[in-house]
C-alpha cells in the first residue's frame, strides 16, 4: 500500500476517534456541572481538563477567565482550533476525500454526511442543546465505526484503520482519567470519597457504567474505575484493550523496519496483559498516565515513520 493512503486511512478514523473523545470529556463535564459549584471548583476542573488534552496555553491565549460557555465553544466549535470536534471531523473527512477509491461508498457518504450535518449546529450553550450535540456526535462516532467494521475488507487498510481508531481512543481514555488525577491523587477503593460522583459520572461517559456493574455488582471506586478502564482486555475503551489491538494489527502489516515498533507495540500491550494495577500505579496515578501518553506518542510517530508520510508534529 502507499505510504500516502495508509497515512489518510490512519489519520481519518484518530479524527473520528478523537472527536467522539472530545464529546465524552465535555459530556462528563456537562454532566459535572447539573450540580452545585462554586467558580473556583469550575475553574480548577476545566483547566485540568484543558490541561489533560494539552491546549491550556491555546485556551489561556484567547480567554480570560476559565467558563463553561467558553470552554465548551473552544473545545467543540472553535474552527480556528485544530483540536475541536469540529475540526477534528473536518480533517477526517478531508482524509476520507483523498481515498475514496480505498474506502467503501457507504464510510465515504457518512463522513461526508456528518460534515455536511454539523455545519447546522451552532454554538448553544443552553443545557439541552449541549447534550443533543454531544449524543450526536457519538453517534455519527459509532455509525462510522460500525460502517467500517461492516463494509471494509480485511485487508492492509482496514488494518492502519484499526491502528489509527486504537491508538487514538488509547489516548482519550488516558485523557479523560488524568482529567480526574490531580497531581499526588492516589486512587482509593472506597465510595465515600472525595469526588466521589465524578468517578460516576466517568464511567457513564465512558459508556461504561453498565459494565462496571455487571464486572464488580459493588458501590463505585475510584480503585475499581480505574482498574477497569486500565485492565479490563473486555472493555472496548480500556487501555489494556487499546493496546492489544494496535500490537495485533500492527503485527499484521509489519514490513523490514518496523521491528522496533511492533516491540515497543507489544512490551506496551505486555504491561497490561501480565502487569497488577498496584505496580503501574506505584509511581502514582498521574506520572503513570503521562507517561503512557508519551509512550503512545511515540508510538504514532514510530507508525508515521516505518508506513505513512512522515508526520510533522505528531
Same mark, same amino acid.
Given at each position: 500500500?502507499?505510504?500516502?493512503?495508509?497515512?489518510?486511512?490512519?489519520?481519518?478514523?484518530?479524527? @473520528?476517534?478523537?472527536?467522539? *473523545?472530545?464529546?465524552? @470529556?465535555?459530556?462528563?463535564?456537562?454532566?459535572?456541572?447539573?450540580?452545585?459549584?462554586?467558580?473556583?471548583?469550575?475553574?480548577?476542573?476545566?483547566?485540568?481538563?484543558?490541561?489533560?488534552? &494539552?491546549?491550556?496555553?491555546?485556551?489561556?491565549? +484567547?480567554?480570560?477567565?476559565?467558563?463553561?460557555?467558553?470552554?465548551?465553544?473552544?473545545?467543540?466549535?472553535?474552527?480556528?482550533? %485544530?483540536?475541536?470536534?469540529?475540526?477534528?471531523?473536518?480533517?477526517?473527512?478531508?482524509?476520507?476525500?483523498? =481515498?475514496?477509491?480505498?474506502?467503501? *461508498?457507504?464510510?465515504?457518504?457518512?463522513?461526508? #454526511?456528518?460534515?455536511?450535518?454539523?455545519?447546522?449546529?451552532?454554538?448553544?450553550?443552553?443545557?439541552?442543546?449541549?447534550?443533543?450535540?454531544?449524543?450526536?456526535?457519538?453517534?455519527?462516532?459509532?455509525?462510522?465505526?460500525?460502517?467500517?467494521?461492516?463494509?471494509?475488507?480485511?485487508?492492509?487498510?482496514?488494518?492502519?484503520?484499526?491502528?489509527?481508531?486504537?491508538?487514538?481512543?488509547?489516548?482519550?481514555?488516558?485523557?479523560?482519567?488524568?482529567?480526574?488525577?490531580?497531581?499526588?491523587?492516589? !486512587?482509593?477503593?472506597? !465510595?465515600?470519597?472525595?469526588?466521589?460522583?465524578?468517578?460516576?459520572?466517568?464511567?457513564? *461517559?465512558? #459508556?461504561?457504567?453498565?459494565?462496571?456493574?455487571?464486572?464488580?455488582?459493588?458501590?463505585?471506586?475510584?480503585?475499581?474505575v480505574t482498574e477497569l478502564l486500565v485492565l479490563r482486555d473486555d472493555l472496548p475503551r480500556s487501555l489494556h484493550r487499546c493496546t492489544n489491538e494496535v500490537y495485533t494489527n500492527?503485527?499484521?502489516?509489519?514490513?523490514?523496519? #518496523?521491528?522496533?515498533?511492533?516491540?515497543?507495540? %507489544?512490551?506496551?500491550?505486555?504491561?497490561?496483559?501480565?502487569?497488577? /494495577?498496584?505496580?503501574?500505579?506505584?509511581?502514582? /496515578?498521574?506520572?503513570?498516565?503521562?507517561?503512557?501518553?508519551? +509512550?503512545?506518542?511515540?508510538?504514532?510517530?514510530?507508525?508515521?515513520?516505518?508506513?505513512? =508520510?512522515?508526520?510533522? &508534529?505528531?
Amino acid at each position: 500500500m502507499l505510504s500516502r493512503t495508509a497515512d489518510h486511512l490512519f489519520w481519518m478514523s484518530r479524527q @473520528i476517534e478523537r472527536a467522539e *473523545s472530545l464529546a465524552r @470529556i465535555l459530556d462528563a463535564h456537562y454532566r459535572h456541572t447539573l450540580l452545585p459549584h462554586t467558580a473556583d471548583v469550575v475553574a480548577r476542573d476545566w483547566r485540568a481538563t484543558l490541561g489533560s488534552l &494539552g491546549v491550556l496555553d491555546a485556551y489561556l491565549a +484567547r480567554y480570560d477567565e476559565f467558563s463553561p460557555a467558553t470552554a465548551y465553544q473552544f473545545i467543540a466549535f472553535d474552527r480556528d482550533h %485544530g483540536g475541536s470536534i469540529v475540526s477534528s471531523l473536518w480533517q477526517a473527512r478531508e482524509n476520507a476525500r483523498a =481515498v475514496r477509491g480505498t474506502i467503501t *461508498s457507504e464510510m465515504w457518504e457518512t463522513l461526508n #454526511s456528518t460534515w455536511l450535518e454539523i455545519r447546522s449546529y451552532e454554538p448553544d450553550t443552553s443545557d439541552g442543546a449541549i447534550g443533543d450535540f454531544l449524543e450526536w456526535v457519538r453517534y455519527r462516532s459509532h455509525l462510522s465505526r460500525g460502517v467500517t467494521l461492516g463494509t471494509m475488507l480485511r485487508d492492509e487498510a482496514f488494518r492502519f484503520t484499526r491502528i489509527g481508531t486504537f491508538l487514538e481512543g488509547a489516548d482519550g481514555t488516558a485523557r479523560m482519567l488524568l482529567a480526574r488525577a490531580r497531581r499526588g491523587f492516589a !486512587p482509593a477503593d472506597d !465510595p465515600a470519597g472525595p469526588d466521589a460522583y465524578v468517578w460516576t459520572l466517568l464511567l457513564r *461517559s465512558l #459508556s461504561a457504567f453498565e459494565v462496571y456493574r455487571k464486572v464488580y455488582r459493588d458501590a463505585v471506586t475510584p480503585w475499581r474505575v480505574t482498574e477497569l478502564l486500565v485492565l479490563r482486555d473486555d472493555l472496548p475503551r480500556s487501555l489494556h484493550r487499546c493496546t492489544n489491538e494496535v500490537y495485533t494489527n500492527l503485527c499484521a502489516i509489519a514490513n523490514d523496519q #518496523s521491528a522496533e515498533t511492533e516491540r515497543r507495540a %507489544g512490551e506496551l500491550h505486555g504491561a497490561f496483559r501480565f502487569g497488577r /494495577l498496584e505496580q503501574l500505579l506505584a509511581p502514582g /496515578l498521574t506520572d503513570f498516565l503521562e507517561l503512557f501518553l508519551e +509512550r503512545v506518542r511515540d508510538l504514532g510517530g514510530r507508525i508515521a515513520h516505518d508506513f505513512l =508520510v512522515p508526520a510533522t &508534529g505528531f
